[in-house]
Each structure stands twice: as structure tokens, then as C-alpha cells.
């Protein structure tokens, strides 16, 4: 018997349109220039750019590798590191929200449903987690955008690898939002667009896995399947009765 439904966050519930993804790119790399010019430092847009991809791969290296994961401002540091080696504590902090608050300069946009399946769930008893994986946007702004889409109310238990330290699909991340919510893993489902990720690490954990199918590209063979694929959040209150 299902107790609790565990859902990714980016893609599944929030996402954006590609093209706001690019011009994200651009505006962090323009605000940090522009920042670190006003804080009297002497840096090229193309230096930012660079030092902002070195670190976006040696973070997905150590992910790939281990699955541990970085908070946003170790991000900065290492955007830093190579041009300002001892910055103080002040021009960390402004970059940091420079980095960390530019999504709010795009299109985000709440997955359709997303809402009617959380309301039905919170209705019929459910326990409702959230299992995020950040990349350059911290809990405590996702948590922010949650609350401005006005779903955040219906979370009993909120994870992010960058407040626990590791992430999907890692087996550890699911177990504690479970343990946090008192269920089983035979008691929980979780929810998610990313096979690698949510699906895997959903079955390596002992959860149920529904996949929710957002493109046509084929699942993958080295994947474990999952329980039910839906293709869009309105299913969900009839996929979580057939489990």
C-alpha cells in the first residue's frame, strides 16, 4: 500500500523553455562580470564565462564519479579561485546571490497538473516529498520558487543535494526523506522525467518508480524499468491507485 509519493523538481514539476535555459547562462555570466567590475576587480566577460565552465565540469565530474554533491557557494569559490584567491566574505556573499538568485530572471513555469495531482494526494492522505538534484540554484531558492508557485504547501519533507551532501541517483538521498517521513521504501513511490536519476535511484532504494515520459527518445536498455510510465501529471491519481 502506498503512503508517501516522492517527485523530482526540475522538469517534473518546474521547468523552462531551452531557450530560457541559454539566456540563464548568459545573464549569470553577465551579472558576475558586472559585479565583480563594481567590486573594483579587473575581469573579462569571456574570463567569467571560462572559470564558470570549469567549474560546471569538475563539479559533473566528482556528481559522475560519486554522486557527492557541491553547495552553491563552494560553486563561487571555485569560480574565484584562479583569479581572486582569497576573496573576503562580503564580495562572496554578493556573488553568490548574483549566481544563485538569476533564475528568477526567466520563465519558469509550473508542469500542468502539477497542482490537481498535489491537492489530490494531500486530500487522500499521502505523505508528499520532493527529491531534487541542484546543479546552480541552492535549496533555499528552489524552496522560494515553490513557495511563489504556490506549491510548497504541500511538501511534508523537502530534499536537496546540496543541504545533504549527495544525490540522485544515489540510494542514501531516498532513504532519508523516507526515514524523515516514517515509510517504508515498499511504501513509497517517487515520481520523475530523468531515468538515470530518479528512476534508477528510486529502484536501487526500494521505492516504486512512475516515469513520467516528457520526449520520444527511447528508455534506456541499461536502466531498470520503471513501475508505470504516465506523460503527464494528471495521471497520477490513476497510476497511484494501480499500485
Same mark, same amino acid.
Given at each position: 500500500?502506498?503512503?508517501?509519493?516522492?517527485?523530482?523538481?526540475?522538469?517534473?514539476?518546474?521547468?523552462?523553455?531551452?531557450r530560457e535555459?541559454?539566456?540563464?547562462?548568459?545573464?549569470?555570466?553577465?551579472s558576475l562580470?558586472?559585479?565583480?567590475?563594481d567590486?573594483?576587480f579587473?575581469?573579462?566577460?569571456?574570463g567569467?564565462?571560462s572559470?564558470?565552465e570549469?567549474?560546471?565540469a569538475?563539479?559533473?565530474?566528482?556528481r559522475?564519479?560519486t554522486?557527492?554533491?557541491f !553547495?552553491?557557494?563552494?560553486?563561487v569559490?571555485?569560480?574565484l579561485?584562479?583569479r581572486?584567491?582569497?576573496?573576503?566574505?562580503?564580495?562572496?556573499?554578493?556573488?553568490?546571490?548574483v549566481?544563485?538568485?538569476?533564475?528568477?530572471?526567466?520563465?519558469?513555469?509550473?508542469?500542468?497538473?502539477?497542482?490537481?495531482?498535489?491537492l489530490?494526494?494531500k486530500?487522500?492522505g499521502?505523505?508528499?516529498g520532493?527529491?531534487?538534484?541542484?546543479?546552480?540554484?541552492p535549496g533555499v531558492?528552489?524552496?522560494?520558487i515553490?513557495?511563489?508557485?504556490?506549491?510548497?504547501?504541500?511538501?511534508?519533507?523537502?530534499?536537496?543535494? !546540496?543541504?545533504?551532501?549527495?544525490?540522485k541517483p544515489?540510494?542514501?538521498?531516498?532513504l532519508?526523506?523516507l526515514?524523515?517521513?516514517?515509510v517504508?521504501s515498499s511504501?513509497?513511490?517517487?515520481?520523475?522525467d530523468?531515468p538515470?536519476?530518479d528512476?534508477?535511484?528510486?529502484?536501487k532504494?526500494?521505492?516504486?518508480?512512475?516515469?513520467?515520459q516528457l520526449?520520444?527518445?527511447?528508455?534506456?536498455?541499461?536502466i531498470p524499468k520503471p513501475d508505470?510510465?504516465?506523460?503527464?501529471?494528471?495521471?497520477?491519481?490513476e497510476?497511484?491507485?494501480?499500485?
Amino acid at each position: 500500500m502506498i503512503k508517501a509519493v516522492l517527485f523530482d523538481f526540475w522538469n517534473t514539476l518546474i521547468f523552462h523553455e531551452a531557450r530560457e535555459g541559454r539566456r540563464l547562462e548568459n545573464i549569470r555570466i553577465d551579472s558576475l562580470t558586472q559585479a565583480l567590475s563594481d567590486a573594483g576587480f579587473s575581469v573579462s566577460r569571456m574570463g567569467v564565462e571560462s572559470a564558470v565552465e570549469a567549474m560546471n565540469a569538475e563539479c559533473d565530474r566528482v556528481r559522475e564519479k560519486t554522486g557527492q554533491e557541491f !553547495d552553491s557557494r563552494s560553486q563561487v569559490r571555485m569560480i574565484l579561485e584562479k583569479r581572486i584567491p582569497e576573496p573576503n566574505e562580503v564580495l562572496l556573499e554578493n556573488l553568490w546571490k548574483v549566481f544563485t538568485r538569476a533564475i528568477f530572471s526567466i520563465d519558469l513555469k509550473a508542469r500542468d497538473g502539477a497542482e490537481i495531482a498535489l491537492l489530490f494526494l494531500k486530500e487522500n492522505g499521502y505523505k508528499i516529498g520532493l527529491i531534487c538534484n541542484i546543479y546552480n540554484t541552492p535549496g533555499v531558492v528552489i524552496r522560494e520558487i515553490l513557495r511563489k508557485s504556490g506549491l510548497l504547501r504541500y511538501f511534508d519533507v523537502l530534499m536537496f543535494s !546540496d543541504e545533504y551532501g549527495l544525490r540522485k541517483p544515489r540510494s542514501e538521498i531516498f532513504l532519508e526523506a523516507l526515514s524523515r517521513m516514517d515509510v517504508k521504501s515498499s511504501e513509497a513511490v517517487h515520481i520523475g522525467d530523468a531515468p538515470n536519476m530518479d528512476i534508477l535511484g528510486a529502484k536501487k532504494a526500494g521505492l516504486k518508480a512512475i516515469y513520467l515520459q516528457l520526449t520520444h527518445q527511447p528508455y534506456p536498455s541499461n536502466i531498470p524499468k520503471p513501475d508505470l510510465t504516465i506523460g503527464t501529471l494528471h495521471q497520477i491519481p490513476e497510476a497511484i491507485k494501480k499500485l
